[in-house]
C-alpha cells in the first residue's frame, strides 16, 4: 500500500499514542549510557522490548548488535535502518533525573535517541504490518563514536545480505526542533589520521649548524601542507587537512633527534580523498631531504564519507512530506564530522537524514559532544513518523 493520506494520519495516531513510551526507552538508554563496543546492556535492554512486539525475527550479529525483521504482508523490496546506541567518553554535567548514572560515559550526541525512535518506528510498523510491503530491518548498531566502528562490523558478518536500500537518521542539537534535512549527494566527511615521525640529528642548542633540527624542519612541513588543500584541491572540492598534535623535546638547550606530527584529514569526494596521503608523503619527504632528516608517514583510512544516493534521498524527503506535513523541508550544508553509515552503503544505495531537536524555549542548545548536551524530545516522534513511513516510499516493488 503506498504512503496516503489517511494513513499518514493513523501513524501520526499510533506515534502520538506511544511518544510517551519512546520517551521513557531514551531516558533508560541515557541514564544507562555505555561505550562503544561495551553497549551489554543497552542491547539486553533493546532486545527485551522488541521481544515484546509480535511479528519480529530477531538476532544479536555481533555481542552488542541486534537485527530484527519485519515482513510486510504485502509484495515489494528490503529496507534497512540503522540506529547506533553507543554514548562517548563524557562525564555527564546535566543534574536532570535522567542523566547519566555511569560514571565517564554520556550519551552526548543522541544516540539513545536514535535507538529509542527505531523501537518505536518498529512498534510501529508492527501494527501496519497487514498494509507494510516488503521487509523492514531494524539495525541496532554498536560503537559508532570509535574507529573501527561497529558499522563494518555488522555488514562482515552478513546483516546487508537482501537488503535493497538502508537509511537513517540523527538529531540535531544545532537545527531547530521542527525541520528536517536530506541531502542529495554527500552528507558527512570521510576521517582518516595520521601520524609522521621527523627524524633529524639532536644536540646542543648552542650549535644547531651541527644538528638537524626535526623541530624546525616539522614546523615547514606544518606550513607546506595545507598546499594540499591551497594548491592541489578543485576549489569546489572542500578539504581538511589539520596538524593536531606535534611532539619533540625535552630541554631548552637541547634540539632534539626526532619530532612526531599527528594529524586529521576530511573530505566529502573519494577521489580527493585518495589523492591526500601521497601529497602529505611528498611534501614530508622532499622538505625533509633538503635538510637532512627522514620521515615515515603511518597514514589510517577512517570511516569513508557518507554520500546519499539522490534517489533514495528523494524517496526520503517524498516520506517526510506525506508523513510529516507539518514539519519543512530544511536546506544545510554537509557536515565535516564522519558517520561509519558509510559502511554499508558499499555497494547499497541509501540516505541519512538530519533531525532538528534544538529548543532555545526549553535551553536545549548545547552542541553535540558537550558534557551538558541534550536534545529536544519533540523530536523523538519525528524520527518515528519518518522512520515508519519510509517502506510505504521505499518499498515498492520495482
Ligand atoms: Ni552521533
Request: proline share 6%; charged share 20%.
Amino acid at each position: 500500500m503506498a504512503l496516503t493520506e489517511p494513513l499518514a494520519r493513523d501513524m501520526a495516531g499510533l506515534a502520538r499514542a506511544q511518544h510517551a513510551e519512546v520517551v521513557s526507552w531514551r531516558r533508560h538508554l541515557h541514564r544507562n549510557a555505555e561505550l562503544s563496543f561495551k553497549e551489554f546492556d543497552s542491547a539486553d535492554f533493546l532486545e527485551r522490548e522488541l521481544r515484546r512486539i509480535d511479528g519480529l525475527a530477531i538476532e544479536r550479529p555481533t555481542p552488542t548488535s541486534l537485527v530484527a525483521r519485519l515482513r510486510g504482508a504485502l509484495p515489494g523490496r528490503v529496507l534497512a535502518i540503522r540506529a547506533d546506541i553507543d554514548a562517548l567518553p563524557i562525564q555527564d554535567q546535566k543534574t536532570c533525573d535522567y542523566a547519566s548514572t555511569r560514571p565517564g560515559a554520556m550519551h552526548a550526541c543522541g544516540h539513545d535517541g536514535h535507538a529509542a525512535m527505531l523501537l518505536g518506528a518498529a512498534r510501529l510498523l508492527a501494527q501496519l504490518r497487514e498494509q507494510l510491503p516488503g521487509e523492514v530491518r531494524f539495525f541496532f548498531q554498536h560503537a559508532e563514536e570509535q574507529h573501527p566502528g561497529g558499522a563494518q562490523q555488522m555488514v562482515d558478518a552478513g546483516v546487508m545480505n537482501g537488503v535493497d536500500r538502508i537509511i537513517a537518521a540523527h538529531v540535531m542539537s544545532t537545527v531547530d526542533t521542527g525541520r528536517i534535512t536530506v541531502l542529495d549527494g554527500p552528507a558527512f566527511a570521510s576521517s582518516d589520521r595520521f601520524v609522521l615521525r621527523v627524524q633529524g640529528r639532536g644536540g646542543h642548542a648552542a650549535n644547531p649548524d651541527r644538528c638537524v633540527d626535526p623541530i624546525w624542519i616539522g614546523a615547514q612541513i606544518v606550513a607546506n601542507l595545507q598546499a594540499i588543500v591551497a594548491r592541489n584541491t578543485d576549489a569546489h572540492d572542500a578539504l581538511i587537512v589539520s596538524v593536531t598534535r606535534f611532539v619533540a623535546g625535552t630541554a631548552f638547550n637541547v634540539i632534539p633527534d626526532g619530532a612526531e606530527l599527528w594529524g586529521s584529514v576530511r573530505c566529502f569526494d573519494p577521489g580527493v580523498r585518495e589523492a591526500v596521503p601521497g601529497r602529505i608523503e611528498r611534501i614530508a619527504r622532499g622538505i625533509a631531504e633538503a635538510h637532512g632528516a627522514t620521515i615515515a608517514l603511518d597514514y589510517v583510512h577512517g570511516y569513508r564519507p557518507v554520500v546519499n544516493d539522490p534517489a533514495v534521498a528523494g524517496a526520503l524527503r517524498e516520506a517526510a512530506r506525506l508523513a510529516l506535513p507539518e514539519v519543512p523541508l530544511h536546506a544545510m550544508r554537509p557536515l565535516p564530522n564522519s558517520e561509519d553509515f558509510s559502511a554499508f552503503t558499499v555497494g547499497t544505495p541509501g540516505a541519512y537524514a538530519l533531525i532538528g531537536a534544538r529548543s532555545a524555549a526549553k535551553r536545549i542548545e548545547h552542541p553535540h559532544h558537550h558534557p551538558l548536551f541534550d536534545f529536544d524530545e519533540d523530536a523523538l516522534e519525528h524520527g518515528v513518523r519518518l522512520f515508519a513511513a519510509a517502506p510505504f516510499v521505499l518499498n515498492q516493488p520495482a
